[in-house]
């Protein structure tokens, strides 16, 4: 087992230069943020190209990404925003094979609103579990 770190642990203005910053750090496996390649943290759509870039950009610098952020609001209390969130998802999914990437993180999130970090008293509602 090797240890890894987020990619956004190191921001840098371009995913080249983040890159290089984990690589920099000697850590050989990351979590990769979807809007560390210029892109929405959830995406509706991965355009092949990016994918491509980000799978050439981390083998030139033998870079594993060992998960991918999935991470959205998943008992948001609006349902727009939870569909939103699951399009974005299945975009996420779809690039994991070319990536190699064997995992997706996910989080259930939280009925507030604002903050899909702080707790709030709905999350044990019946709706929060449906």
Request: net charge negative.
């Amino acid at each position: 087992m090797e240890p890894g770190i987020f990619d956004r642990t190191f921001p840098r203005p371009t995913l080249d230069a983040t890159l290089d910053a984990v690589a920099a750090h000697g850590v050989r496996h990351i979590q990769f943020h979807m809007d560390t390649a210029g892109l929405a943290p959830m995406p509706v759509s991965v355009p092949d190209a990016i994918v491509h870039h980000v799978r050439a950009a981390c083998r030139a610098r033998n870079l594993r990404i060992a998960a991918v952020d999935g991470t959205w609001n998943m008992i948001h209390p609006a349902p727009a925003v939870r569909d939103a969130g699951l399009a974005g998802l299945r975009a996420i999914a779809g690039t994991c094979r070319e990536l190699d990437a064997p995992i997706v993180t996910l989080c259930t999130g939280t009925r507030d609103p604002e903050s899909m970090w702080r707790r709030h008293a709905d999350n044990d509602s019946p709706e929060a579990w449906q």
